[in-house]
């Protein structure tokens, strides 16, 4: 993001530099549409109320806060129980931020007053909240417009602010909610360059993620540890021949040492690297003895250390350290504190699940040679969002089926991009990438018959029972997917659809296939006579337990077509040949070839 001035979020290092201009341009936005609504008085203020901290149930055990969408999309503002106002004639903000207790600098940190939140947000006033009716009352506003109305996606109701005294005002709630949507939905210059940089972080801890996989890992490592995995070749010490020295295996162990969380552990290499270092003239027998001790030492608590057991010599021995994987890229290396929902880290029959991952299904199946992996993880930073999702085979080499489904959903979503630009509609597009798995089913033999028949009885929805894609911002199932005028269509797979608009430019959306062979559906088809007369049953029988396919990327809308946000292997021969790089040595990340557009 080029340089801006005035204040901005920044979490150091590399990370992204957000300028809170940002959001003095969203309020900037928001109130020239207002002023063009000819129910809006003069003389109106917006009032919007932020997020409360909350704890777990009756305890009083905080949970890390974020802040509530809209008033982040407003003002920027990162502390909780906070109000925000905004004069729609003149523009002029104001935040109102609680008044904190003495106790606050002790247990929490410095209270700061409020001349510190008017100078990091860049707005015009800022008083507490106790304050709010007396300074509301000053400005004499003609009415206070709230926020009140349904999200399209859970069917929750937005909270509509409320303070002690605002029954002495005129208050409307009907006005603010559609405005304020639609607004969120076209991404500002600004704001797609955050989405560029979620994009990018969280596209590199999936390819982290991919070169870490392996048989024997469980589902959970893969969402929670970032795969920076160590690789170091011991060549054969043998006299006469080609060898390291002790010291330089030493200070290898002195450096996995220092890579590990577990001091115990550390103090043990410690002493084991100091026994190496005071014997250079240990053959190999007791080097590899040393090793396999350090080995045993930290299998008992985390199995930080891998030791390849298939190699009796040191020519290939391999040394792995797997630190914790993709939150831990994601925080580490973007600043990204939260992830934008439920990490679904899902192999073999659970990459059918659409929603794996949730507390009865937690990401918790160990991962088998052979499987496939469908892991949709995506990072957050500053409240905006990505997601993205990867599917690969566990050894890093698909077979002939699974390349056979992973192309047919590769096939509809570049079928897709090509076909997105201002005016598309986005249920077009549904039936597009339905239209090209009917037709890729069939050329694998699962199918059989004519495509437009099984279009007329919705046999797509059977392999792709969600929508194709859905609006993502600062949610990461974005608001505005169902304005007024715009209807959600009642017919299998298109009733998934989170939004059925035509496109716009500055619309940032997911595009995301996907076939998958769950039971409960295929059952239901094969007991249907007008979707079984198409289903090769004997065919359909080798896929049963395969699992799913879905290819998830951000693209936001251009003027001409799209900007392709995400940046992961896609192609088969891509992934393989990123995974077997990844794992025997240092891998570019740019952008492949295939993926730009």
């Not at 560029?196 to 893969?222: C, D, F, P, Q, W």
């Not at 929902?341 to 899902?346: A, P």
């Not at 198409?534 to 337990?545: C, E, K, S, T, W």
């Amino acid at each position: 993001m080029a340089a801006a001035s005035g204040p901005s979020f920044w979490l150091g290092n590399e990370t992204l530099r957000v300028p809170v201009a940002l959001f003095a341009l969203n309020r900037r936005r928001l109130c020239d549409r207002l002023r063009h609504n000819r129910d809006v008085q003069k003389n109106s203020i917006v009032l919007l109320q932020g997020g409360e901290e909350t704890q777990r149930y009756c305890t009083d055990t905080g949970i890390v806060f974020r802040q509530e969408s809209y008033f982040h999309w407003t003002f920027g503002v990162t502390e909780a129980g906070c109000f925000g106002a905004i004069d729609v004639d003149t523009g002029r903000s104001m935040l109102f931020v609680p008044q904190l207790p003495e106790s606050y600098a002790v247990w929490m940190g410095k209270i700061h007053p409020p001349e510190f939140f008017r100078k990091k947000y860049a707005v015009d006033e800022v008083h507490y909240v106790s304050e709010i009716s007396s300074v509301l009352t000053s400005k004499n506003p003609a009415v206070l417009l709230t926020l009140r109305g349904i999200n399209t996606d859970s069917g929750n109701v937005s909270k509509e602010a409320s303070f002690e005294g605002i029954s002495q005002f005129n208050v409307n709630n009907k006005i603010l909610h559609p405005e304020i949507a639609e607004c969120r939905v076209i991404k500002t210059d600004m704001e797609l360059e955050v989405l560029r940089y979620t994009n990018k972080i969280s596209s590199e801890a999936h390819k982290e993620v991919m070169k870490a996989v392996k048989a024997g890992m469980k589902e959970y490592e893969l969402e929670r540890t970032e795969s920076r995995w160590k690789f170091i070749k011991l060549l054969k010490r043998d006299v006469g021949k080609k060898c390291v020295s002790a010291a330089m295996i030493g200070s290898v162990l002195v450096d996995i040492a220092g890579g590990l969380e577990i001091k115990q552990q550390r103090n043990s290499f410690a002493v084991r690297a100091q026994e190496i270092l005071t014997s250079p003239s240990a053959d190999a027998a007791a080097l590899e003895l040393t090793l396999k001790s350090l080995q045993v030492c930290t299998a008992n608590i985390l199995a930080q250390l891998v030791w390849n057991p298939n190699c009796n010599d040191f020519d290939s021995s391999v040394v792995i350290i797997l630190n914790p994987l993709f939150q831990h890229y994601c925080y580490t290396r973007g600043g990204m504190r939260h992830t934008s929902y439920t990490c679904i880290c899902g192999s073999g029959e659970n990459s059918s699940v659409l929603h794996y991952g949730h507390a009865g299904a937690p990401n918790d199946r160990t991962i088998e040679d052979g499987d496939l992996c469908l892991f949709d993880m995506g990072g957050e930073y500053y409240c905006y969002g990505s997601d993205i999702t990867c599917t690969f085979p566990a050894n890093g080499k698909f077979t002939p089926d699974q390349r056979a489904i992973y192309e047919a959903v590769l096939k509809s979503s570049r079928a897709v991009m090509n076909a997105v630009k201002p005016g598309v509609s986005w249920p077009d597009m549904h039936r597009l990438a339905d239209r090209v798995h009917l037709e890729e089913l069939t050329k694998i033999g699962i199918l059989k018959g004519n495509v437009d028949d099984m279009v007329k009885v919705h046999l797509g929805a059977i392999f792709m029972p969600h929508g194709l894609g859905h609006l993502l911002g600062i949610d990461v199932h974005d608001v505005g997917g169902y304005p007024e005028g715009v209807e959600r269509i009642d017919l299998p797979g298109l009733r998934s659809l989170r939004t059925a608009r035509s496109l716009e430019q500055g619309m940032v959306l997911t595009v995301e296939p996907g076939i998958y062979f769950i039971d409960h559906l295929l059952d239901q088809a094969l007991r249907d006579p007008a979707q079984s007369c198409f289903i090769n049953n004997d065919v359909l029988q080798r896929f049963r337990g395969f699992g799913g396919v879905r290819i998830e990327d951000d693209i936001a809308v251009t003027a001409s077509g799209m900007e392709l946000l995400t940046c992961v292997p896609r192609t088969v021969e891509e992934i393989e040949a990123f995974m077997a790089e990844g794992q025997s040595g240092a891998k570019s990340f740019d952008c492949l070839s295939s993926q730009k557009q």
